[in-house]
């Protein structure tokens, strides 16, 4: 049953993004993106269960969101500076982030990476390696998914 509501959830939201992005909605293209959706779909979960990827815990999710929006006006804040000035492009690099217990890595590594100022590129077990944008202070987001220390 679960996978079935997985898989009614792909075809959908696959279904919604093709009708957005086609310029007419005839019922021919409807039906051929329906069943491409479908096929996405399939392929998507049977990903998913290959990798045996979880959304992970719900700690700090909520706290996470209300610092979203103030870390990405900073960080576009910051991303500016950085293609302005070299000087504000020191100490970007490569870092490792901890999550808190029972954080999902998944959850906080799409969330984190939805920032212009930080890009997970690893996750495992519990620990995210980021590639940063400089300047060395870590960002109210990454306070909230961590204990607030790097």
Do not use: C, K
């Not at 696959?14 to 479908?38: D, K, Q, R």
């Not at 100490?91 to 990476?113: E, H, I, K, M």
């Amino acid at each position: 049953m679960r996978t079935a509501i997985e898989l009614l959830l792909w075809w959908g939201l696959l279904l919604l993004l093709n009708t957005v992005l086609i310029s007419s909605a005839t019922p021919l293209e409807m039906a051929v993106g329906g069943g491409v959706a479908l096929l996405a779909a399939v392929g998507a979960v049977a990903v998913r269960r290959a990798s045996g990827a979880t959304p992970g815990g719900p700690a700090r999710l909520a706290q996470a969101l209300r610092t979203f929006p103030w870390t990405l006006l900073a960080d576009t804040g910051r991303l500016t500076l950085a293609v302005l000035s070299p000087r504000h492009r020191r100490g970007s690099g490569f870092r490792t982030v901890q999550l808190a217990a029972d954080t999902g890595a998944a959850w906080a590594g799409a969330l984190l990476s939805s920032t212009p100022g930080a890009y997970v590129v690893s996750a495992e077990d519990g620990t995210l390696t980021v590639h940063a944008l400089g300047g060395g202070e870590i960002s109210s987001l990454e306070r909230a998914l961590t204990d607030g220390t790097r």
